[in-house]
């Protein structure tokens, strides 16, 4: 019988001896690499260290490194010490203005026709109804598509990341003359579905009254689940797949000629792109939920998050089986929070099938246990939770110097300015570490500090200060991507980026 084998705790520099003598695979070293960088991260004698800011009057956004400024006209790199421009573009028209842009990361296991496919871009939708794929290293425009001279394009979501994606339009409202007129406009809204790597139309999903019924107020595509909200608060879900393969009227090619637009070039200015996905009967329908605020599905078994359109149960988040429907054991959530911000719940971005609960002074990460062809619902259990430490609330009822005994008439709000509260959380997957934004209310301007807690366990690790004030009244973004952390803020008409670096304290 084989000796049991010892499982041995490696320092970095043991670790690091064995990278450069090719002892382990790729994806142990990768594994190795992020656990040494954890370390060093959480180590005493390192924190973060505020390095850079910069102010823009229109939103600022951050993705994988990358700093857009300017509606995306500047783009800094967050790889080095300091942020550094990689490119700016000359000023644009408002007609060019960038509305909408996603990162694209190009996949390892393809071979691509152009070597610049193979590097990753910004694919860019314009106010003038171009979609632009631009190199995410120089600013160079790689390729451009006219979308339409009818349908006013404005918005950028991923489909399946890094695999497709979709162009939604404005939705088409009727005009009181025209409801006057008893004329009923049968189109909805319109969504252009892309492949990318490379980049090829899918087609336009014309939604329409015909199809989907009254009522639309919304559209998102995601994991090939079209998922359609209406106005008496129920969202619908139906098969993407299902509809292009009963629905498809042409398959389209980006350069080709269409006989749908005349035999004229598909994504040539002025055609663009035609319709050819035009549903003429309810597609099969999948699911079917009524929520104030919109579903959330995720967990494993396959759960959704709702909140039931009803007065009484306005606050509450409740947990259920997709199979059936069946209210989850202890499925219903609720903070009882009295504060200006709503608390907010999710499936963890992990996809570990934990829901994670985030509230002013409360941060609850739960579990959905359930067994396989059981018959007995699933249940919610507390994996771990948080608290702020607070101080003791004021009194309901004081005494004046006279005597006189005063009652308020209002409770602290659980996410008073002066008390510790949780504003925000991030989590750094390749990190494994939960980023909690914490404001404690002990200076007169306000002040924030970043904690970091261990994802399995919930336990503190350490806390990063930030230099710049915290005003609640504006709203606020965070970023932790391993060595770097990303505070961006709105202040009145302005927006701020802070850039925190991963540095060494002298002692």
């Known amino acids: 019988m084989a000796p049991l084998r010892r499982k041995s705790a490696f320092n970095a520099v043991e670790l690091l001896n064995q990278r450069s003598r090719g002892i382990r695979d790729a994806g142990t070293l990768h594994r190795l690499c992020l656990k040494i960088l954890r370390n060093i991260i959480l180590h005493e004698n390192r924190s973060f260290i505020k390095v850079w800011s910069k102010t823009s009057k229109s939103a600022i956004m951050y993705e994988s490194g990358r700093v857009y400024c300017e509606n995306y006209q500047n783009c800094y790199s967050c790889v080095h010490d300091q942020p550094q421009s990689l490119y700016k573009f000359p000023k644009r028209s408002k007609q060019q203005k960038i509305e909408d842009a996603l990162l694209c990361q190009s996949p390892l296991d393809k071979t691509l026709s152009s070597p610049s496919e ?24 790689l390729q451009r598509v006219y979308l339409s001279p009818k349908y006013k394009f404005r918005y950028l979501a991923w489909n399946v990341l890094q695999e497709t994606f979709y162009v939604k339009s404005v939705q088409n409202k009727e005009t009181p003359l025209a409801r006057q007129a008893g004329i009923s406009q049968n189109a909805v809204m319109h969504l252009a579905i892309f492949h990318v790597f490379p980049l090829q139309i899918v087609g336009i999903l014309e939604i329409n009254k015909k199809g989907f019924g009254s009522g639309v107020t919304d559209v998102v595509l995601s994991q090939g689940v079209l998922a359609v909200s209406y106005s008496n608060k129920s969202v619908k879900l139906y098969s993407l797949e299902h509809i292009v393969q009963s629905y498809l009227t042409e398959e389209l090619t980006l350069g ?9 070039t598909v994504g040539d200015a002025p055609f663009g792109i035609p319709a050819n996905i035009r549903v003429t009967d309810p ?4 699911f079917e939920a009524f929520s104030h605020n919109g579903i959330q599905i995720g967990g494993y078994p396959w759960h959704y998050i709702y909140t039931p359109p009803h007065k009484k149960h306005r606050g509450t988040h409740h947990i259920a089986s997709l199979k059936d429907s069946t209210l989850a054991t202890n499925g219903v959530q609720n903070m009882n929070c009295c504060s200006l911000e709503t ?52 009194p309901r009822v004081t005494v004046t110097s006279s005597g006189r005994a005063v009652r308020s008439r209002f409770h602290q709000l659980d996410d008073d300015p002066m008390q510790e509260t949780f504003r925000l959380l991030e989590y750094e997957d390749e990190l494994d570490l939960l980023a909690i934004g914490v404001t404690n209310g002990e200076d007169e301007e306000g002040r924030a500090l970043i904690q970091l807690h261990d994802n399995q366990t919930g336990r503190l690790r350490r806390k990063i200060d930030l230099v710049e004030p915290w005003d609640e009244t504006y709203p606020h973004e965070l970023f932790f991507d391993k060595d770097t952390i990303v505070h961006i803020e709105q202040k009145s008409s302005n927006f701020c980026c802070h850039v925190y670096k991963l540095r060494t304290i002298r002692k």
């Open 343 to 394: 608390d907010v719940i999710f499936f963890h971005p992990a996809d570990s099938g934990r829901v994670i609960h985030v509230g002013p002074t409360t941060i609850n990460v739960l579990k959905i246990i359930s067994e396989l062809n059981s018959p007995l619902p699933s249940e919610v259990a507390e994996d771990f939770s948080l608290s702020t430490h607070r101080s003791n609330p004021s």
């Open 118 to 141: 193979h590097k990753p871009c910004l694919l860019a939708l314009t106010a003038d109804n171009w979609l632009c794929r631009i190199s995410a290293e120089t600013g160079k425009e």
């Open 256 to 264: 080709q000629q269409s006989p749908l637009l005349g035999h004229k």
């Open 283 to 286: 597609p099969p329908l999948l």
